[in-house]
């Protein structure tokens, strides 16, 4: 067998969506071929018909009959994906906004045991990213907080913002995910944990499509966002200085020594 069809077999990849309905079926027909029979879509709820339509594709779909928040989406993917036996884990935005060709690519990184966590890196260059359709607001936002938290952090990560992401089982059943936010702070909670749990964290240039049919929060909400990153930052140190436990870095295993 070879050994990426070995890979692509233990993997699952999942969707948090959201009306998605204008873009779910190009964002898989985008998934490398060896990727596509095991999707899992969860519908967070949504106004149109993302969910018939996930589920005319044959693909696995869980319907929240309320809406639970991008985090709280998450978090039904992973234990999901767990439970059918997932070693890997790949997270797909369905709005089409990334290149989902690169899945397969940061699996393999992470099964050769380069990394724990591979990200999806938006912005190889600021030209790539605004012709690609960044609003240049959110070009700025973007790197002057992954300068900031890749320095306070010791990381050299390319865009912590990014919305394709590889994970490990190991990651995935270490890190305490249903303390996390569930809202846009789950993404930079996690991070973060994974960093605290000495997680490799590594990334691949996947070249971003901002169009009106994607998906994309506004200004206000980047901000709040932008702040709840800093937060957990800061939430961070302070439980490595012992000035304040907080059980989102309070890993499996670690429960009984925690007092």
Same mark, same amino acid.
């Given at each position: 067998?070879?050994?990426?069809?070995?890979?692509?077999?233990?993997?699952?990849?999942?969707?948090p969506a959201f009306n998605a309905a204008k873009t779910i079926i190009a964002t898989y027909e985008d998934l490398p071929r060896e990727l596509q029979d095991q999707v899992i879509v969860v519908d967070d709820s949504s106004k149109d018909e993302t969910a018939v339509i996930a589920e005319s594709m044959g693909l696995i779909v869980i319907r929240h009959k309320e809406n639970r928040g991008y985090g709280g989406n998450q978090k039904t993917c992973y234990k999901t994906a767990l439970e059918r036996g997932a070693e890997y884990v790949v997270m797909?935005?369905?709005?089409?906004?990334?290149?989902?060709?690169?899945? &397969?690519?940061?699996?393999?990184?992470?099964?050769?045991?380069?990394?724990?966590?591979?990200?999806?890196?938006?912005?190889?260059?600021?030209?790539?990213?605004?012709?690609?359709?960044?609003?240049?607001?959110?070009?700025?936002?973007?790197?002057?907080?992954?300068?900031?938290?890749?320095?306070?952090?010791?990381?050299?990560?390319?865009?912590?913002?990014?919305?394709?992401?590889?994970?490990?089982?190991?990651?995935?059943?270490?890190?305490?995910?249903?303390?996390? &936010?569930?809202?846009?702070?789950?993404?930079?909670?996690?991070?973060?944990?994974?960093?605290?749990?000495?997680?490799?964290?590594?990334?691949?240039?996947?070249?971003?499509?901002?169009?009106?049919?994607?998906?994309?929060? &506004?200004?206000?909400?980047?901000?709040?966002?932008?702040?709840?990153?800093?937060?957990?930052?800061?939430?961070?140190?302070?439980?490595?200085?012992?000035?304040?436990?907080?059980?989102?870095?309070?890993?499996?295993?670690?429960?009984?020594?925690?007092?």
């Amino acid at each position: 067998m070879d050994r990426r069809d070995l890979y692509s077999k233990q993997t699952w990849v999942v969707m948090p969506a959201f009306n998605a309905a204008k873009t779910i079926i190009a964002t898989y027909e985008d998934l490398p071929r060896e990727l596509q029979d095991q999707v899992i879509v969860v519908d967070d709820s949504s106004k149109d018909e993302t969910a018939v339509i996930a589920e005319s594709m044959g693909l696995i779909v869980i319907r929240h009959k309320e809406n639970r928040g991008y985090g709280g989406n998450q978090k039904t993917c992973y234990k999901t994906a767990l439970e059918r036996g997932a070693e890997y884990v790949v997270m797909v935005h369905p709005d089409f906004q990334y290149d989902a060709r690169m899945a &397969s690519v940061m699996v393999e990184i992470i099964a050769l045991g380069n990394c724990d966590v591979v990200l999806g890196n938006r912005i190889r260059t600021r030209k790539e990213a605004r012709e690609g359709g960044m609003p240049l607001w959110k070009y700025l936002a973007n790197r002057s907080s992954t300068l900031v938290e890749n320095l306070i952090l010791g990381q050299s990560i390319g865009d912590f913002h990014s919305g394709m992401r590889a994970y490990s089982r190991r990651v995935l059943e270490t890190l305490p995910l249903e303390y996390n &936010s569930d809202d846009f702070a789950f993404d930079q909670e996690f991070l973060v944990q994974a960093v605290a749990a000495g997680f490799r964290i590594g990334d691949v240039p996947v070249p971003v499509r901002y169009m009106s049919e994607a998906s994309s929060i &506004s200004f206000q909400r980047s901000m709040t966002y932008a702040w709840g990153g800093l937060s957990v930052v800061g939430a961070f140190l302070l439980h490595r200085a012992g000035l304040r436990k907080d059980r989102r870095f309070i890993f499996r295993g670690e429960e009984d020594l925690s007092g």
